[in-house]
Each structure stands twice: as structure tokens, then as C-alpha cells.
């Protein structure tokens, strides 16, 4: 694992990706992320690379991949736990004052990040959604259903909450407790703690390796149930100053 960065040279941005058995493709996914990075962004960055517990040679592909990229850093969990876990394990790990969540297997466009970072100079999260969708009729379909019932359940207007490619300010994530499934309502609990959201077209790519970890079934059970929590959790939420005596 490589050395941590000097702190004269910290972070302004910090990308987290969860990655769990994309052996096939995490390599070449971080060697893109890095070169548009180092010539798009245009201030310091780190990506975090959390591996959820893989099974395959993931592990050792980013261990190899950290000796290579001085901006990388890795972090492990054991054994899996899924991504929301791997979601927080990264927000408490980073350092920028923006935090930017990617996927792993090569979907998201790591060249749209900087108009993520532009738009969230007029707001506090910015969420991709994608255009032009490059996953199958089925998928495309299960998606367009679940985020109309989504929002109606929610009172919320996000247009592809399964996109993972947003941008938060720091302090909205940092100590955000991440439950089981809630990585696919991060837009729910950001406008809980009233924060103000912009969503903007990305880029979307077919995936070329590996395989989804997610089907449409397995996705509707789990939503479900975590789709009545944030509702619950909506319902009795409150926002508050504390103001002297």
C-alpha cells in the first residue's frame, strides 16, 4: 500500500469507489480515473479504493495498482458488507472537502467529474443521472419504474437515484451512518440534513467485463423494505439551530 501524501499536500477532492470481485476490470478503471484526474481537475486529489471483502484477485490487483498511483489509497473490509458499508468506510477515510462516489466497473465517465465539481459550486450535492443508458431493456425498465415509485413514496423529484456518480460536500457524508441499502437514498438523506441538490446528464458506458453483483428481483426486495425506512425516517426527521441563552 503506498505512502500517504504530504499533508502540505492534502486533498482538495476525494473520489470513493467500492469495489467488490472486479478483478477483470479495476485496474484499468483506476489507471482512467487517474489520467483524467491529473488532467482535468486541476487541484489535488485522492481516490479511495474500498474493497468490500472480494473474493478474487481484487485485492491484490489494488495493492499492485497503490504502488503505481501515488493517489491512491486502499482500504479492506472484512468479510463483505456490502456497498453502503464500503460507502461509509470511505467517507470517514477521506480527507477533501468534497467527496465524489464512482463505481468500479468502468460504467461511470471519470471525464464528467469536473462539471460535477462546477456544478456543485452553486449547491451542496450533485447528482449524475444517466444519459443515454447503456445496460439492458429490462434494467432500463426496472429502473424508470422503481424511481417513479420512489420519488412518489419520497416527495422527491431525483431522476436516477442508481446513478453513482455524485458529489457531496464533505461534511454532509462525513459522519453519515450508512445502513444496509441507503447507499441508493443518498439524495433522501442529504435532504434531511437541507441540503440544496442540482442533477446534470453524464456520460453512461456498456460494461465490458465482469458481471452486475445485482439483479432486478434481488434489487426490488431490498428497496422495498428500505424504501418504508426512509419514508419512516423522512416523516420524523427535524432540523434545528441551537442558538445562545
Request: overall charge positive; aromatic content about 4%.
Amino acid at each position: 500500500m503506498n505512502a500517504e501524501p504530504a499533508a502540505t499536500d492534502a486533498p482538495a477532492v476525494s473520489v470513493v469507489l467500492p469495489v467488490y470481485n472486479e478483478e477483470p476490470c479495476i485496474a484499468g478503471v483506476l489507471e482512467e480515473l487517474c489520467r483524467a484526474l491529473d488532467g482535468g481537475l486541476g487541484r489535488p486529489y485522492e481516490v479511495i479504493a474500498v474493497d468490500d471483502g472480494s473474493t478474487d484477485g481484487t485485492a491484490a490487483i489494488l495493492r499492485a495498482a497503490a504502488t503505481r498511483l501515488p493517489r491512491l489509497r486502499v482500504l479492506r473490509l472484512t468479510p463483505n458488507a456490502g456497498q453502503s458499508a464500503a460507502f461509509c468506510a470511505g467517507f470517514r477515510a477521506a480527507r477533501g472537502s468534497i467527496v465524489v462516489t464512482m463505481d468500479a466497473d468502468g460504467q461511470n465517465d471519470p471525464a464528467d467529474i469536473p462539471a460535477l465539481l462546477q456544478a456543485l459550486e452553486h449547491c451542496d450535492v450533485c447528482c449524475g443521472y444517466r444519459r443515454n443508458r447503456q445496460d439492458t431493456r429490462s434494467k432500463r425498465l426496472a429502473s424508470k419504474v422503481a424511481n417513479r415509485i420512489r420519488n412518489r413514496v419520497l416527495h422527491e423529484d431525483i431522476i436516477d437515484t442508481g446513478c453513482t456518480l455524485k458529489a457531496f460536500r464533505a461534511p454532509l457524508v462525513k459522519d453519515l451512518t450508512m445502513w444496509r441499502g441507503l447507499h441508493r437514498f443518498l439524495p433522501s438523506l442529504m435532504k434531511m440534513k437541507g441540503a440544496a441538490i442540482v442533477q446534470i446528464p453524464v456520460n453512461h458506458r456498456p460494461r465490458t467485463c465482469g458481471q452486475s453483483k445485482y439483479t432486478n428481483c434481488r434489487r426490488l426486495r431490498e428497496t422495498i423494505g428500505d424504501l418504508r425506512a426512509v419514508r419512516w425516517m423522512q416523516k420524523r426527521n427535524r432540523r434545528y439551530e441551537i442558538l445562545d441563552g
